[in-house]
């Protein structure tokens, strides 16, 4: 079985043919790059390949935001974020937007770029 099928077959109820396991790595991973203390033959590797070494599940449920760009996290008042993570793109039809950056504060205006056709 494979880490994924584990897990909803324990989430079915099932009994996978091992106790499914997904450690939080990226907090790991994340601070060892930041110092420059991650092992050597790891530095080449993606999370998911040393992951994928240690015959464990990869979680990749919550994106890293602390790696991301204004424009990623624009919209989070929305609830929609614009990551290289995710496996899906959004975009906002019939929208005018303006940007304004001061420091550290970011204010976005939408406006409908037409009136809706009644």
Known sequence: MTHRERILAAIRGEVPD???????????????????????????????????????????????????????????GLGLFHLPVLPYRMTLQDVDRRVIRRSRETVIENFLAKEPKS
């Open 18 to 76: 091992r106790l499914p396991w997904v450690p939080r790595l990226e907090f790991w991973h994340r601070a060892h790059l930041r110092r420059g203390t991650l092992r050597a033959h790891l530095r080449s590797l993606t999370l998911t390949e040393i992951s994928d070494r240690l015959g464990v599940g990869c979680y990749a449920s919550i994106p890293d935001f602390t790696d991301t760009t204004n424009d990623a996290v624009v919209d989070r």
